[in-house]
Each structure stands twice: as structure tokens, then as C-alpha cells.
């Protein structure tokens, strides 16, 4: 991650719906866009979901989560395929472990640089303290955690060997009402952290925009194909791939406008538009030779370049005029005495 530079997450998530092909165009999209990263999601979801009580509460639940999830999954061989191509592409790569093995699988096959944990995991301390010890960067998601449950996970990440750890504000609601995104949170995250990210879960660009002026240093957002379809809950809070594209451009502008800009070139910059911009002192009338030179003589217009500032009048009024001085003519010290 480049300190100076918000760092931009594609997140292929579960909108490939397990197909290996469909993760490689998100891939694809991703490096079309700019993003610093593409990130994938990685289960077994025998060791992730109860079978038996997600169907024992299907109704509570919304769906059957075990057969929901299972379907989606993109096997370990695909993972590392996707990782080859990414590097193919020369993109970041990693994923989000929902479990050990695939935890494990991550770190000693794949050797990701950094990790994800996803707002599922972040109350999970046996999980947190496993993520740590790999002594590897974490980015680590709050969707539905009080500040206190954050708090205590960043320390048990850190506690347990994790370098750094950068937290993610976000709001695990599908799509996210924008009367629930809450971005005033990243400000405690920066307080309490030292450094924030947001995970946007909202329809639009309008919320990860606002989370960088806010200061947020990550954006992750999801990347769709289509925004309709019901096999995942991401889509309607996704982008599709030139909404990515803008989003990056627009990611990158923000951050342009919020550095200070080089004292010479903004100098040159107001100089050059002082020129046009600002009014000078003009005759009102024709000012014949040898007058004393009175406020009802002078007039203030456009350009300014060449002439006296109308903030200057002081050192006009009360002087002769050397020279017959035509009316709409700027009237110039030279020609005063």
C-alpha cells in the first residue's frame, strides 16, 4: 500500500456464483479499472455452515444458508489459477478466508501478501488469533460490531503477531440505505486506529466517494455483472465494470483535490485568472489634461492585467492627469502626477 495513495479493492466476493470463468472476467475488470487489487473469497461449506441448523432456521433466516453458500464455491485448484492470472495481469491478489483449511491454504500455498477478515470472522478470537500469528498485514471488516467488540479484536490480531491491521468500517445490510452508512464512523476508526478503511455495502459510488473525503485510506466494493441477479445478496450494492472504472477515476480526483497543491503552480494558476477576473480603473469619462483626478472620473472593469487594481484607487484620487486620458481607458500612475 502506498501511504499517499487511497488503496482501491475490487471485490469479486461471490458474484462469479462458484464459476471460474466468470472470476477470471472480474479479474479482468479489475485491471480495466485501475483497482490496486482483486479479491476472492474462500470456504469449505461443510466447515463454515451447520447444515443442520441452517435448515432448522430457513425461515428465521431468509434462506437455507448451507445450500445458498455451497454452490458457490471456487475450489483451492481455482483459487491458485485465479491467484496465476492475476499475476498474469499484473494485479494484486488475495482473498478472505471463512475458515482454518482455508485460512491455511492461503497462507502456506498461496503465500497471499496480506489478509482479509470478513465481518462474519471478526468476532471469532480463536479465528483472529490464527490470522495473526501468520504475521502477515490484515484488513479486517466491522459490519455489525459495536466499538468495543472492534476494539477487542484489533487487539487480539495484533497481540497475536499481525504487523498491521486496518480496519473497515462497514455495514453488513444488503444493499445498505444510505440513512444507515453511518460514515462518521470512520472518524472514530481513525481516532481509536490510527488509520480506517470503508466496505460499502450501498447502491451507487456516492457513499466509498464520501468515505475518502472522510478520510477513509481503503475502499472495497463489490463487482457485479448483473445488478438483478438474485443469487447474491452483493449485486444490488455492486458495480458493474465501467461503474468500477469511474469509480477508480473518481477515487483518484478526490485525492488529487485533497492534497496541497504546489505553492509555484497554484501562484501561476491565480495570477493567470487575476488577470482576466479582476477589475481595473477605468475613465468613466473622458479626463482632459491637467484635471485632479475624482472618484466620479473612475470606473472599475474587466481585465485587470496592465492597469491599476480597483483595490488600489487610493493612489489615484487627488492626482492630475499628465495626459488627456480617453474615457473606458485604464488610468495608469505613469500618466498622473
Not at 479479474?27 to 469449505?44: E, M, P, S, Y
Not at 499475476?87 to 482473498?95: N, R, S, V, Y
Request: glycine share 6%; net charge positive.
Amino acid at each position: 500500500m502506498n501511504k499517499n495513495s487511497v488503496f482501491i479493492i475490487c471485490e469479486a466476493g461471490v458474484t462469479n456464483y462458484g464459476d471460474f470463468n466468470i472470476a477470471k472476467k472480474q479479474i479482468d475488470a479489475a485491471v480495466a479499472a485501475q483497482a490496486d487489487a482483486v479479491k476472492f473469497q474462500l470456504w469449505r461449506t461443510e466447515d463454515l455452515v451447520s447444515k443442520k441448523v441452517a435448515k432448522k432456521y430457513q425461515k428465521e433466516l431468509g434462506y437455507d444458508w448451507f445450500a445458498r453458500l455451497k454452490y458457490k464455491e471456487l475450489a483451492p485448484r481455482e483459487i491458485k489459477a485465479l491467484q496465476a492470472y492475476a499475476k498474469e495481469k499484473h494485479i494484486l491478489f488475495f482473498a478472505t478466508a471463512h475458515d482454518v483449511a482455508s485460512l491455511e491454504y492461503l497462507d502456506k500455498e498461496l503465500h497471499v501478501p496480506f489478509f482479509k477478515v470478513g465481518s462474519g470472522e471478526a468476532g471469532n478470537i480463536d479465528f483472529l488469533k490464527n490470522v495473526g500469528k501468520r504475521r502477515k498485514p490484515v484488513f479486517i471488516s466491522f459490519g455489525f460490531h459495536t466499538d468495543a467488540e472492534a476494539r477487542k479484536a484489533m487487539r487480539v490480531l495484533k497481540k497475536s503477531g499481525a504487523p498491521r491491521v486496518i480496519p473497515l468500517h462497514c455495514v453488513t445490510v444488503y444493499p445498505t440505505p444510505f440513512n444507515q452508512v453511518n460514515l462518521l464512523r470512520i472518524g472514530w476508526f481513525r481516532r481509536a486506529f490510527g488509520i480506517a478503511g470503508f466496505s460499502d455495502h450501498s447502491v451507487g459510488r456516492a457513499a466509498c466517494l464520501a468515505a475518502v473525503a472522510r478520510g477513509a485510506s481503503v475502499i472495497e466494493k463489490h463487482l457485479t455483472f448483473d445488478k438483478k441477479d438474485p443469487r447474491s445478496l452483493d449485486n444490488p450494492g455492486a458495480l458493474l465494470p465501467d461503474e468500477f472504472v469511474a469509480l477508480v477515476r473518481e477515487v483518484r480526483d478526490i485525492e488529487s483535490a485533497l492534497r496541497v497543491p504546489s505553492s509555484v503552480a497554484l501562484q501561476k494558476a491565480r495570477a493567470k485568472a487575476r488577470a482576466w477576473a479582476e477589475q481595473a480603473i477605468v475613465a468613466a469619462r473622458d479626463i482632459a489634461a491637467g484635471e485632479k483626478v475624482t472618484r466620479a472620473m473612475l470606473a472599475f472593469k474587466r481585465p485587470a492585467k496592465g492597469g491599476v487594481s480597483s483595490n488600489e484607487i487610493g493612489t489615484v484620487l487627488g492626482k492630475n492627469a499628465r495626459v488627456a486620458i480617453p474615457a473606458d481607458e485604464q488610468v495608469l500612475l505613469k500618466d498622473l502626477s
